[in-house]
């Protein structure tokens, strides 16, 4: 119960950021994501960054997701070492 509460806040949070409104396209073509404004892409970078740091259930989730498909063991490592590598904030 300990960990559910956070994991479901903070996919909350994510879940929130994520479905702020983008600027209407008018050229269909291109994809919505690539008319979030600068200042969207930083506060969902730094929300995610915060849930992968203090949140271990996140933490383990986004590595299963992003890591798993990976099949060579070594880039397999690099992409799961790659969460503890430092980011400057």
Known sequence: MRVIIPTLIGLAALA???????PVST???HHSK???TPTQNVRKSQQYDHLVSTNSS???????????????AELRANCLGSFSAYEPR
């Open 16 to 22: 929130a950021a994520s479905a702020q409104a983008a």
């Open 27 to 29: 050229n269909p073509h």
């Open 34 to 36: 690539w008319h979030e």
């Open 58 to 72: 996140f933490r383990a989730f986004r590595m299963r997701k992003e890591c798993g498909p990976i099949r060579d």
